[in-house]
Nanobody, 119 residues
């Protein structure tokens, strides 16, 4: 069992930056692939980025590529999402998630943190 807790959301002007953190407790998060997702009002949840257990494999949604950076610190059981050049369309609740190695779906989810980008 893994418990995930996001932090770092807030209100920022377009062009600004935020850094989200996802702290994992319970079984060490280093056993899991980690991902960030987001859900805007009235829209379905969408993939943002993910990172492998070792950090050696990373992927991004096209909409955030070049602006967002995912990273992890397994010693701290924490995953980060650095978000730069934010746009109003990045406004959403951001969730982190964990999946077993080799699994196709994420088994554990955090409660989310709100990111609001004003124009």
């Amino acid at each position: 069992q893994v418990q995930l807790s996001e932090s770092g959301g807030g209100l920022v002007q377009a062009g600004g930056s935020l850094r989200l953190s996802c702290a994992a407790s319970g079984r060490t998060s280093s056993r899991y692939g980690m991902g960030w997702f987001r859900q805007a009002p009235g829209k379905e949840r969408e993939f943002v980025a993910n990172i492998s257990r070792s950090g050696g494999s990373i992927s991004y949604a096209d909409s955030v590529k070049g602006r967002f950076t995912i990273s992890r610190d397994n010693a701290k059981n924490t995953v980060y999402l650095q978000m730069n050049s934010l746009k109003p369309e990045d406004t959403a609740v951001y969730y982190c998630a964990a999946k077993y190695i080799g699994a196709s779906t994420y088994a554990y989810w955090g409660q989310g943190t709100q990111v609001t980008v004003s124009s």
